[in-house]
């Protein structure tokens, strides 16, 4: 039996967030809803304009490719790419043919090394809107500083491949070059898979597969959907005996299918040539270093880093990593802790700390970041929090209202539980007064107890928190519960 091993590259294009466009002065604005506001004769290709290199534009793609262990060459140049389309006004685009700003570098992926061959830079196109018997186009996106990352063919499945846009997507907003959201088209991502025959004794013949590139992912999920259809198909046609074209297929996300789009154009087509316009670019080790010097902490460092500093769970890492604002959050509540607790102390509290982060105060922020200016509960106030639930100076129910209140005002977490007497009852005199009012009132549920009914007696405890609006200590509620009811 012949098996198929997909292989899989990815080219992902990245709108780079630089505030001017790549040759023009012209706003780089996502958000602008206005068409055809952000233009000037530059982006518009009128003759006898010359364009100028963006040096933000630049440094990000550099300090990318550093991220992902790319060479950077000392030596780079923009080169023009000729064809005709109408959201591209001058008839070519300003693109790297064979000196890219960034080479040979890779990304670990679950443990396997997936080569990076290139980063360049380019220039965005404009935006084409297809209306029913006609289309508009939009120029404020045309020159917008475009990076594009090109994978050697080592993804070996849909799950790596998926796995890989993402983390790149994460790289992204570590490094802070774009917000790399794939709705707003920030991020496009094109595959290419081909499908390579094995044996049964898994050794990988040498033949390789006939390339097919996808295009018109706008989705992670698209980019599953698009593969494993993909892979189907190849696999049918090979199966009959059939020979896979080498062409260019649309994913259509209604019909759920690939559709042939048109056979591969090769780099001739293009008829590259160096861009008269603008001058080589020449980097020293200097400069890169300095490039180099800004990169902050990456998610697979933090990864490692959060798991040996905090003790924490492959879950609960992975969380703090993808939302780095709150992993940052979390990292600033731990640290005011009292540095002289013991060890097992510490633990407890990292472990509150991290819960409380995860469930109850997400839930509060409903998808806003605690980095926004509407943000009010300081660290340290979340670290005095985390101590009383320690400490039991406040029952799980308080905590929710405390965290609330906190969250709504700013405030203190002692000053809310004074302000709305909410402490913890710990007087057994005073909850034994209670206990003995419930149970008067519960007469049924003091019978079904004595039958033996073990959640009467739940019940009799649920009442005692109502009455008390949740300020009993548990605990003591059940103690005293059992030695009033043995007296009955
Ligand atoms: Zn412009």
Known sequence: MVKYQPVIGLEIHVELNTKSKMFCSCPNDPDERHPNVNICPICLGHPGVLPVI???????????????????PEYSKFDRKNYFYPDLPKGYQISQYDTPLCEDGFLMINGRKIRVKRVHLEEDTGRLIHEKDYS????NRAGIPLMELVTEPDLRSVK????FAEEFQLILRYLGVSNADMEKGQLRVEANVSLQATSDKRQVTRELGTKVEIKNLNSFRALVRALNYEIER?????????????????????????????????????????????????????????IRAEIPELPQQRRKRLKKEYKLKNLETEFFVQNKDLGEYFEKVVSEFEPGLSHEKLLKLIKL???????????LLKGASVSGEDFLITPENFSEFVILIAEEKISSKIAKITLEGMFKTGADPSHIIEEKELS?????????KIVKEVISKNQKAVLDF???????LQFLIGQVMTATRGRANPKIVSKILHKVLRKL
């Open 54 to 72: 963006n040096e933000e534009a630049v440094k990000k793609v550099i300090k990318t490719g550093l991220a992902l262990n790319c060479k950077i």
């Open 136 to 139: 508009l186009v939009d120029f």
């Open 160 to 163: 790596e491949a998926r796995k």
């Open 234 to 290: 190849q696999e049918k046609i090979l199966k009959a005996g059939k020979k896979v074209i080498q062409e260019t297929r649309g994913w259509n996300e209604i019909r759920g299918a690939t559709l042939s789009q048109r056979e591969k154009e090769e780099a001739h087509d293009y008829r590259y040539f160096p861009e008269p316009d603008l001058p080589p670019l020449r980097f020293t080790k200097e400069e890169i270093e300095k």
């Open 353 to 363: 700390a991290s819960n409380y982060l995860i469930t109850d105060l997400q839930g």
């Open 424 to 432: 913890l009852m710990i007087d057994e005199v005073e909850i034994e």
């Open 450 to 456: 004595k039958k033996g009914k073990e959640n009467a």
